[in-house]
């Protein structure tokens, strides 16, 4: 079982930059793609980004495409995404999941979700 935690959420104006972590432990981190999802408050979790195995592919949801990117380090076993020109409607709680086979919806299998990291950007 793969173990994930997520880290570097925080406060943030409008139009400001995160950069958000997740650590896995548990399994070898390169045999999974992983996705970053959110939930906001009395919505749905809903897809971000996911990324495959090498990295050589990436997908965005419409909302955060050309404003973030999503990257891995398969030596430090860590996804990242990267968040620019945040918006109030970012703000959300953010996961990170492990799983397989990437698309433009999310994962199609899931093997782990972290416990979340709270964005919060203000306008």
């Known amino acids: 079982q793969v173990q994930l935690v997520e880290s570097g959420g925080g406060l943030v104006q409008a139009g400001g930059s995160l950069r958000l972590s997740c650590a896995t432990s548990?399994?070898?981190?390169?045999?999974?793609?992983m996705g970053w999802f959110r939930q906001s408050p009395g919505k749905e979790r809903e897809f971000v980004a996911a990324?495959?195995?090498?990295?050589?592919?990436?997908y965005y949801a419409d909302s955060v495409k050309g404003r973030s990117t999503i990257s891995r380090d398969n030596a430090k076993n860590t996804v990242y995404l990267q968040m620019s020109s945040l918006k109030p409607e970012d703000t959300a709680v953010y996961y990170c999941?492990?799983?397989?086979?990437?698309?433009?919806?999310?994962?199609?299998?899931?093997?782990?979700w972290g416990q979340g990291t709270q964005v919060t950007v203000s306008s």
């Open positions: 990324i495959s195995k090498s990295g050589t592919s990436t």
């Open positions: 548990g399994r070898t981190f390169s045999n999974y793609a």
């Open positions: 999941a492990a799983g397989q086979v990437p698309g433009p919806q999310g994962l199609l299998q899931y093997y782990g």
